[in-house]
């Protein structure tokens, strides 16, 4: 590979602390080999043709912390090829997988079948979540430690919560002592039996079982209440609630722990589900705007680490239905960054959070060596036009799904360039 | 007999799905036009052909009996020619979902599809896919819209008005359609309307369709026009809603100590079926001067009549 040249580009990596304009080299081996201000026109040998980028913004590779893929099982949903071409158009270059397939990613075997698929088909990186129990049924724990060895880097039960508050307990000691990650979907199932949407006026206007926000509340604070009694690496994949981020925010000051929200809960409320739009069912459910202003928030002050997209492939099929029958879950990895950039053009939100929040937070949290733009790394990053509008289309969507919880959205802001290892894999 | 149609107005809706669609315009020009087929109902010759050749498809994915009766009356009355559909025995069970069986339908050209179902929204849905009028007969928890209208004819056709009336609902709100319609309509036209429900019952944030209301039905019965009575809907409660039935009674059941709060001349209506000693004394549910449930139904028929006209023109 030939070395590459980028200068007057904007760079922001939160990892490195990172904001300044200047230049990105990439060495022939597909690293990193100099960033910042200081790789400029001046400092080039003239030899060297740069690509002058003319303002536009160079982030480190996108970390989404939360996406279905439908393989193995589902590969009419999604399949590692075209989450990858779809992950690359929205600046993703590394995905953690929830095990939420056919068969339920839970033991050893089916982890070889996976990381082979992930290489072959996919350009991106693939990091695969385990179950946190076997076949996701809540009962018996999964092999971790096994597991671990083989690469799986966290543990959850994706849309599943752990109900029982024994197994929580057990689960927990088995994480610190093999230091795992688990991450839990919060959501009391008695409390949200059936429910669909938010309790509220619209649940009650629409005639549909509602979710109350203290079924997420519950589980948050018995789960953290037996984390300081067992000190593991725990994570909550998603907060929907205002209450919810009160509750961190005060329990982060004696506690450890990390929490990430969807980009669905952050830009859109329950008004926007209409007249049963299929396609804003999700879990956990959208709620009141002062929710969402909550979360934004809690972005804001850093309560919250992560932003995920909760990319979640269904076909028509499985939405044309009505709304009690319909599929959970939303699309999202390719607008994922030009939605969250929505938080900074509308100044709720710093640019530097926010890329924080999809960059080093998650990788952080993860432990793996990915989400900045370190020298020596792998030169994963993406180009981004941070003004140029776009409109979410339907037809457009590179995910083989195409439910989309934002069809007909104006955006501002786009990848105009992704690059994994240092190779381009994706260009407008 | 003939039936006078006021050619000037027109409803502003292509279908039927809520009340909460309708305008107050809406609403007195359907419940003006029933009139008519109150008298053509009491009448020996009942047929008329306002919907001659028009193919009128009812689609029960629930069982009911009154309003699937009454529909079906209301469209051979009106001279369309009827089918009805018991879902129960249908491709549905084959595993079809409910756009493949409109979009079937559909293809044999219908003019009306009435439609009852057991999600909220079905008829939104199906509304969205065929080119006929899809009048709602009941959707999930959401809406019940003819029931409504009928209630308000009943009402009106008693107390001559409906404005400044005190009108008190009791009983499963939660889960009740019936409930959700007649709050949109009755709060339109100007009533005021009591919810009465334990709490367990009481939908989320139901006040802010500008009701009062009330766990203590004594309270909630003052000085009442209208005790109107909703069953208790035990098919679509899937965990422990209520102690008891008997315990239920004790505090919801309409009994004639309660209906002392109300005023003495309040009347009792019931979209039925009901469950007598759970929701209503059998005494106060049969008492003719008092309860108007039979009339209910009877006016259901005149209702729909004008429903099918109206919205089929």
């Known amino acids: 590979m030939k070395k590459q040249y980028f200068i007057n580009a904007k760079i922001i990596d939160p990892h490195n602390s990172i904001n300044e304009n200047g230049g990105l080299i990439i060495g022939e081996n597909g690293n990193i080999e100099a960033i910042g201000k200081k790789v400029n026109i001046n400092n080039l040998p003239t030899r060297e043709k740069p690509t002058d980028l003319k303002g536009k913004y160079i982030f480190p590779g996108i970390v989404d912390m939360k996406v279905f893929v439908g393989e193995p099982g589902y590969e009419y949903k999604e399949n590692f090829r075209t989450l990858s071409n779809a992950a690359l158009s929205g600046g993703v270059t590394s995905v953690v997988t929830m095990p939420n397939t056919d068969p339920i990613i839970d033991n050893v075997s089916i982890v070889d079948f996976l990381k082979r698929r992930g290489r072959d088909k996919s350009k991106i990186n693939i990091f695969p979540c385990a179950s946190l129990t076997q076949n996701t049924d809540g009962t018996n724990m999964t092999e971790f430690g096994l597991l671990a060895k083989k690469g799986i880097i966290a543990f959850t039960d994706g849309l599943k919560t752990i109900q029982n508050t024994r197994l929580m307990s057990r689960i927990m000691n088995s994480a610190k002592d093999l230091g795992c990650l688990i991450m839990q979907h919060a959501e009391d199932y008695d409390l949200a039996q059936n429910g669909m949407i938010n309790s509220g006026i619209i649940a009650t206007k629409l005639g549909l079982s509602s979710i109350p926000d203290i079924a997420e509340r519950i589980i948050i604070e018995r789960d953290l209440t037996l984390l300081e009694k067992t000190k593991c690496r725990y994570h909550i994949s998603q907060l929907s609630a205002g209450r919810s981020v009160d509750i961190v925010k005060e329990r982060k000051q004696n506690v450890k722990f990390t929490c990430g929200v969807s980009i669905n809960n952050l830009s859109l409320n329950e008004n926007d589900i209409g007249e049963f739009r299929t396609f804003l069912k999700l879990s956990p459910p959208l709620r009141r705007e002062e929710d969402r202003e909550a979360l934004v928030q809690g972005l804001k002050d850093k309560t919250i680490d992560v932003i995920v997209s909760d990319h979640k492939p269904e076909d028509e099929e499985s939405k044309r239905l009505t709304f009690a029958q319909a599929a959970t879950g939303a699309s999202g990895i390719e607008t994922l960054l030009s939605l969250s950039l929505e938080l900074f053009h509308n100044g709720s939100v710093k640019l530097e959070t926010i890329i924080q929040a999809l960059t080093s937070n998650p990788a952080k949290i993860l432990n793996i060596n990915k989400g900045n733009l370190s020298i020596g790394n792998d030169a994963d990053f993406c180009i981004v036009d941070i003004n140029k509008p776009w409109i979410v289309k339907k037809e457009n969507l590179i995910s083989k799904s195409k439910n989309t919880s934002i069809e007909d959205k104006k955006l501002q802001g786009k990848v105009t360039n992704t690059f994994v290892k240092g190779i381009e894999l994706f260009k407008i | ?313």
Not at chain 2, 200 to 212: D, H, R
Not at chain 2, 213 to 226: A, E, R, S, V
Not at chain 2, 232 to 256: A, D
């Open chain 2, 1 to 313: 007999m003939a039936i006078k149609t006021n050619k000037a107005i027109k409803i502003s809706q292509k279908h039927l799905l809520g009340i909460q669609d309708l305008s107050v315009n809406d609403i007195n020009y359907i419940l003006d036009e029933s009139e008519a087929f109150i008298k053509l109902n009491q009448s020996k010759n009942k047929k008329i052909d306002v919907l001659r050749g028009k193919t009128q498809i009812n689609l029960f994915f629930e069982p009911s009996t009154r309003t699937q009766s009454s529909f079906e009356l209301a469209g051979k009355r009106l001279g369309a020619d009827v089918m009805s559909m018991n879902m129960g025995n249908s491709a549905i069970k084959k595993g079809e979902t409910l756009i493949d069986t409109a979009m079937t339908l559909n293809a044999m050209h219908p003019d009306i599809i009435v439609i009852r179902h057991q999600d909220s929204g079905a008829c939104n849905l199906l509304s969205q896919k065929v080119n006929c009028v899809v009048l709602n007969a009941g959707d999930g928890r959401r809406e019940h819209p003819t029931q409504a209208l009928l209630d308000a004819l009943t009402i009106r056709n008693r107390k001559k008005k409906i404005q400044g009336l005190r009108i008190a609902i009791c009983g499963d709100i939660l889960h009740s359609r019936v409930a959700r319609s007649n709050i949109y309509l009755l709060t339109m036209l100007g009533a005021e309307v009591n919810i009465v429900a334990p709490s367990n019952l009481m939908p989320k944030e139901i006040e802010k369709f500008g009701v009062n209301t009330f766990t203590d039905m004594k309270k909630g019965l003052k000085d009442c026009d209208i005790v109107m009575m909703l069953r208790l809907q035990n098919e679509r409660m899937t965990s422990s809603y209520l102690s008891s039935n008997r315990e239920y009674y004790e505090y919801y059941g309409l009994t004639p100590d309660k209906l002392d709060h109300a005023k003495s001349d309040a009347l009792i209506m019931h979209p039925g079926p009901m469950n007598r000693g759970i929701e209503i004394d059998t005494r106060l549910a049969d008492d003719i001067n008092k309860s108007v449930i039979k009339e209910q139904v009877e006016l259901g028929v005149a209702v729909r009549m004008a429903c099918l006209k109206i919205f089929c023109e």
